[in-house]
């Protein structure tokens, strides 16, 4: 098939204020997902694997912490003299100029750059959620179905009331939408990756303001726009998806990759590609144990380690045990301490003899070693 002249968005400006110490010093994006990967590192992989390489990044919360990683899209391919990609920052001196205040905001802000590409199609993702998808497959739903929007679904049971809810019809048609309702009338939420036609979409951006004023978030004005007044279908995921949204979803899609039911990281035919330091491999010393864990390039560890994700230059000092644990980059586990269900930010040093976390929370350690906070799992 020819594939439609494709814009694609990722939107990796937001500060992740639920995940705390996490963010404090670098945008959600950039946080460690398996030990190795970035957690932008997903979608932008999802879209190297489809073959789109029109990809703007819009950053806007600590973009210093992406930009290095983003290696100007070699990793993905995107480093290229035509298309590839591009990063986008707030700006003075024109419309849309300042800070967004939301997704919607964030989109009308870049109308006219929009508008200059001149797509057939924008499509946007968010940067902070676990999944794979080919995303030609979606490109596909939206052209059979003559739809100026297209927004992939999937069923959540646990947790439906903190996405987007959406009730369909026959051949897919989205008839109903709820944002982040407090009772969900259905399970089948939006997983935050829209496939808008681009002339439905830039009028949209251009009117909507006129009618409710200032553009927030997605949810609020430009979703809910489109399922009234325009032909809006849905693609359904199967698999595994999951939002990134708070401590204890960021501790426990670890526990869903390490139990191999969660995001597929390992898959020949669609690698997940990242800029990776350049460090030796992970370094098992006499006396270690460890089982159904992940330690990446660069740690070092000397202790025991039972279901947890080491990162690179992570130590476990000897006779430290870890539990259900991800370890960051850095961090250093001294002698004698005993974890469980932790995130342990990076860097942090945490003093030999530590008794940190317990079996129905996940503990955040801080860089000092002590305990940051505490959350239930979910």
């Known amino acids: 098939m020819r594939i439609p002249r494709t814009l694609a968005i990722v939107l990796a400006g937001g500060q992740g204020s639920r995940m705390g110490a996490l963010t404090d010093e670098q945008a959600k994006p950039a946080l460690r997902v398996g030990g190795s990967y970035r957690l932008i590192d997903i979608a932008l992989s999802n879209l190297a694997n489809s073959h789109l390489r029109a990809v703007w990044v819009v950053e806007q919360y600590l973009p210093h912490s992406l930009n290095e990683h983003l ?18 920052t707030p700006f003075e001196g024109a419309e849309g100029e300042g800070f967004a205040t939301g997704n919607s905001d964030t989109l009308w802000r870049q109308k006219e750059l929009i508008a200059e590409f001149a797509p057939e199609i924008v499509l946007v993702l968010s940067a902070d959620h676990l999944y794979t998808i080919d995303l030609l497959d979606v490109l596909d739903t939206h052209a059979a179905a003559d739809a100026e929007l297209t927004m992939v679904t999937t069923r959540l049971p646990q947790d439906a009331s903190r996405h987007g809810v959406v009730r369909t019809g026959e051949g897919g048609i989205v008839e109903e939408f709820w944002y982040k309702p407090k009772y ?96 030796l ?98």
Request: charged share 25%; aromatic share 6%.
């Open 71 to 88: 290696s100007a899209g070699r990793p993905w391919d995107l480093d290229r003299t035509h298309d590839g990609l591009r990063t986008l």
């Open 184 to 279: 969900p009338p259905t399970d089948l939420v939006a997983t935050e990756i829209f496939c808008f036609d681009a002339p439905a979409l830039l009028e949209a951006l251009r009117t909507l303001p006129d009618q409710v004023g200032e553009l927030q978030d997605w949810g609020d004005d430009l979703i809910p726009h489109f399922v009234e007044r325009q032909r809006t279908v849905e693609h359904r995921l199967e698999g595994y998806w999951r939002d990134i949204g708070t401590l204890a979803s960021y501790w426990e899609a670890h526990m869903h990759l390490l139990d191999g039911d969660g995001v597929t990281l390992d898959d020949p035919d669609w690698p997940i590609f990242s800029a990776q330091p350049q460090l």
């Open 281 to 378: 491999p992970a370094r098992v010393r006499d006396g270690a144990a460890v089982s159904t864990s992940l330690l990446a390039q660069g740690s070092d560890v000397a202790g025991s380690v039972t279901r947890s994700v080491i990162s690179p230059g992570a130590v476990v000092e000897a006779g430290a045990e870890l539990v259900e644990c991800v370890v960051l980059d850095g961090a250093r586990v001294g002698s004698g301490a005993r974890l469980r269900g932790c995130l342990v930010q990076d860097d942090a040093q945490v003093p030999p003899g530590a008794r940190l976390g317990d079996d129905d929370v996940v503990t955040l350690v801080s860089v000092d070693g002590t305990v940051a906070e505490t959350t239930a799992r979910e």
